[in-house]
């Protein structure tokens, strides 16, 4: 039985909307052993905007050879029709051949990732960070010219498996070159999800001292070791109003082993709605579609709060 609401008691603290930027059929299938079919994709996107969320990442233009999981990024627009379509269903794109192919299926928002260390612009991207920056500018310019919404990824923000912590001046350093090329809005990713609540607070003064205001931030926490919703809320509180987030605690990064899922929309959304916040989400519905989602993958969700109302742990 999914019934369950929380009692809603406003934390004057939040702001008084929340834009949840939902990454699950991206970052979460992304991830996943088992290459689930495009009309399953298509299907989970179409759950996703009828349970209110406004922007959906929907898939995501590289090789196909580097995520297989997602080599079907043409189809599954195709498949959608104008529901993928619009500045609010942005698709990830590396690089020029990644824009010609988002372009090709009518997207109209892209997203490029950056990397706030060496190492892991070595892994996830082939490139050095100055190499992957040059590899962006003509897809900045170009998305902007044909009037897309772009938005810029940093990974490795507040931690790197292989070079362990990464000073905060570096990250704001990376910010700036990617959002210097003209991008609209910058997620910041902690993708092995080691950031805690100090550390959020500090890279949002620092973004804020270099020009970058929480206006145009978003943020990004996968939830390994289960600091995502304080981090969020942390960052709720310091002015940022845009949240990443992944239906049923989807996610992860294939050149990333130590991450995991992202935090999950539904844990959010229960947060949110209990202050007061409003996000245009109904929980109900992400929780059915999670437990659908959970049965095509054949694993539960993570999710605490799609457990606890989905009864699955009776
Ligand atoms: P590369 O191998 O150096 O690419 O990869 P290349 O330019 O040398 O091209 C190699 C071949 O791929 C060529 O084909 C290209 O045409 C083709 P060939 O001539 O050999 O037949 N090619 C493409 N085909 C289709 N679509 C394309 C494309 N580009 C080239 N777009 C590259 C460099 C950047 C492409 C690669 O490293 C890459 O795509 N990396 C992305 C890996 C990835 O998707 N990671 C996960 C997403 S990031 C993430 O999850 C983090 C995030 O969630 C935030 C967080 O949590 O921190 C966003
Ligand atoms: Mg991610």
Sequence with gaps: MINGLPQVEPDGEL???VTIYEVGPRDGLQNE???VASEVKAEFVRRLAAAGLETIETTSFVPPAWVPQLADATEVLAQLGDVGKGPRRPVLVPNE???DRALEAGVGAVAIFGSA????ARKNLNRTVHESVDMFRPVVARAKDAGLWVRAYVSMCFGDPWEGP???EQVVDVCARLMDLGADQLSLGDTIG???TGHVRRLLDALDERGLGVDRIGVHFHDTYGQALANTMTALRHGVTVVDASTGGLGGCPYAKSATGNL???DLVWALDGAGVQTGADLGSLVETSVWMAKQLGRPSPSRVVRALSGSDD
């Design 15 to 17: 702001p008084d909307r």
């Design 33 to 35: 052993k088992s290459v």
């Design 97 to 99: 051949r990644g824009l």
């Design 117 to 120: 260390t060496e190492t892991f």
């Design 166 to 168: 990464v000073p905060v």
């Design 194 to 196: 080691v950031g805690t």
């Design 264 to 266: 999950a929309t539904e």
